[in-house]
């Protein structure tokens, strides 16, 4: 592999172009799922906000989505606990709902839900299906999402070096480090993801590229 520095704006432009290449086999039919994946402090949610507006340039409509409004029922992802980083990594996401309700759902019945739970409260945000047109773009961003069972066509991750992701985790945080590093070790997200994206310089980034 090989380590490429490129800007913000060429981190963007290249998921973009990965897009509408997976896009292109279909005459731009079909929707693409794509997700970003990174520790909070990679801003994994700015990224995939950032790929909205070239992507409709191209002329692919976009769903925007956030994990954090696909969260399992409080009752069930804090059974063991606020601070247990088994929990975090292994039952946070509603990986069923988030499936169901846009990333398979989009595919088999051409709509999707925006929300699904309110984060804070846990209770139903009671939205409404949108109905996709033909080629959108579903832009999902979370953090230890991959691995997981998401449903996507395209997975990006943001990655940080441990002692990186240490110094940027606020000291009300630490418990989630373990979580992280079971994520490294089991997961392999800097392997498993279809782009890889090395953040410890925000203002530097560098894409891993395989050759």
Known sequence: MRVEPVTPDGVVAHVVERVLALG??????????????????????????ALTEPLRAAGRPTARVRTLDFLRPASLRLERGRRDPDALLEERIDVGGLNREVLTGIVRRGRWLPTLRDPDTSRSTRAGYVAAAPGTVVVVDGSLALGAGLDVDLTVHLALQPATETRRTPL???????????????????????????????DRPALVLPG
């Open 24 to 49: 292109a086999a279909d005459d731009g039919a079909r929707p693409v799922r794509v997700l970003v994946d990174g520790h909070p402090s990679t801003r994994p949610e700015e990224l995939a906000d």
């Open 172 to 202: 009300d945080d630490a418990w989630t480090l373990a979580a992280y590093g079971r994520y490294r070790r089991e997961v392999r997200p800097d392997r498993r993801a279809d782009v890889v994206v090395r953040c410890d310089h925000p």
